[in-house]
């Protein structure tokens, strides 16, 4: 079954420290790649997304990803992080196979003390 | 953001009685969604609906049904509660299939059912 892992379900970092955050899919085919942010009692809003070209995304507030396909990975990175950053992240994947679906993975809990 | 509603915001109700929650949207977007938010788990996907009466189903789609009579709203439906329905359910919409368009998510419905 397709599915998609984010390897760290919490990361705590102070700020200015740099973020990456770990996502890897589990499809050999063609996919269409998100994250998501949360940030506490709110909706999801979409930070980047990638559908095909530059492997390198950049997206809203500073964050960017990269899509390596070899990896099958799209990690999430900001350089320098703040304490307005706290919030879940999300990576989601869409695939041919998957059809109209999202497969999310179960997210990544992320701290920023100040 | 996208202008998408969701009523009721909260909802607790009791084991065996049916709920409908709405999504509302003002985007005129084709497709709408209903997945679900559990810890643990992500967000998985319920239904979905590529058109006025067109709707079709997601990976955990057992006790829900919905309904599309309008392109503006979206109606999930529990015909009768049970407890591991409790949970957290978002609406998204798109303007297109998934591998062309990204989704956009409502503000969300934490449903408890005791």
């Known amino acids: 079954a397709q599915s998609v892992s984010q390897h760290n379900h919490h990361v705590i970092l102070s700020e200015a420290a740099s973020l990456e955050l770990g996502c890897n899919y589990s499809y050999g085919g063609t996919v269409n790649l998100f994250w998501y942010v949360q940030y506490p009692g709110q909706h999801l809003q979409l930070l980047l997304k990638y559908f095909s070209g530059d492997p390198l995304v950049k997206g809203i507030k500073g964050f960017e990803a990269e899509f390596i396909k070899s990896k099958f990975s799209f990690n999430l990175r900001k350089p320098s992080v703040q304490w307005s950053d706290t919030a879940e992240y999300f990576c989601?994947?869409?695939?041919?196979?998957?059809?109209?679906?999202?497969?999310f993975g179960k997210g990544t809990t992320l701290s920023v003390s100040s | 953001d996208a202008g998408i509603t969701q009523s009721p915001r909260h909802k607790v109700t009791e084991t065996g009685t049916p709920v409908t929650l709405r999504c509302h949207q003002t985007e005129n977007h084709r497709y709408m969604y209903w997945y679900r938010q559990d810890p643990g788990h992500g967000l998985r996907l319920i239904h979905y609906s590529y058109g006025v009466k067109d709707t079709d189903k997601g990976e955990v789609s057992d006790g829900y049904s919905v309904s599309r009579s309008k392109t503006e709203d979206f109606l999930l439906t529990l015909e009768s509660a049970t407890s591991s329905q409790t949970s957290v359910y978002f609406c998204?919409?798109?303007?297109?299939?998934?591998?062309?368009?990204?989704?956009?998510f409502g503000p969300g419905t934490r449903l408890t059912v005791t």
């Open positions: 998204a919409i798109s303007e297109g299939q998934p591998k062309y368009y990204e989704q956009y």
């Open positions: 989601a994947v869409n695939t041919n196979q998957a059809g109209t679906a999202l497969i």
